[in-house]
Nanobody
Framework: QLQLVESGGGLVQPGGSLRLSCAASGFTLDYYAIGWFRQAPGKEREGVSCISHSDGSTYYADSVKGRFTISRDNAKNTVYLQINNLKPDDTAVYYC?????????????????WGQGTQVTVSS
């Protein structure tokens, strides 16, 4: 069974940090482009970061640039999203997704596999 599982979310104060993990089972993440998306209540799902399969290039939405870092650990078949200097506007369910490199970007329809999401809440 092909599956993505996110973890690492939680409740954190503004200015804090979290590292989200996206672990794959049933397939090898290294063969796919990976995107991180988030969805806040009442808002559309938005892409925040992605990493290519072919050359490891990374991309970030303007709203998170300088605070979020995406990375791969192929030995663990896991992709991470390090989030620093968290802000209340970062509160959302965070999802990872896997798809082909030609679909790399922030269009959800270009990704084939999705995790169930992990909640990030930023509040004092």
């Amino acid at each position: 069974q092909l599956q993505l599982v996110e973890s690492g979310g939680g409740l954190v104060q503004p200015g804090g940090s979290l590292r989200l993990s996206c672990a794959a089972s049933g397939f090898t993440l290294d063969y796919y482009a990976i995107g991180w998306f988030r969805q806040a209540p009442g808002k559309e799902r938005e892409g925040v970061s992605c990493i290519s399969h072919s050359d490891g290039s990374t991309y970030y939405a303007d709203s998170v640039k300088g605070r979020f870092t995406i990375s791969r650990d192929n030995a663990k078949n896991t992709v991470y999203l390090q989030i620093n200097n968290l802000k209340p506007d970062d509160t959302a369910v965070y999802y990872c997704a896997a798809g082909p490199d030609y679909g790399l970007g922030y269009e959800p329809g270009e990704y084939d596999y999705w995790g169930q999401g992990t909640q990030v809440t930023v509040s004092s």
